[in-house]
């Protein structure tokens, strides 16, 4: 279970759902439904901080609720 906060919002122009992880650039995943689309960006977030771990890629501390939204 991971702890980074996820946005999920709707995308009129794509005609999906879309996902995703502030605290970790460029991670972001897309569904047809909301829990397609969260079961996905959970795929995506692991599969992320593989790849950081696999560079040597910092990996930044989960925070939750972002001080900015």
């Not at 969260?38 to 890629?57: F, P, Q, S, Y």
Request: hydrophobic content about 40%; proline content about 6%.
């Amino acid at each position: 279970m991971f702890r980074y906060e996820i946005i999920i919002y709707w995308s009129e122009e794509d005609n999906t759902y879309i996902a995703e992880v502030p605290e970790l650039p460029g991670c972001m995943a897309d569904g047809a439904t909301y829990e397609e689309t969260l079961h996905n960006v959970e795929t995506v977030i692991a599969e992320w901080i593989e790849t950081a771990k696999d560079i040597g890629r910092e990996i930044p501390v989960p925070k939750g609720k972002l001080l900015y939204a």
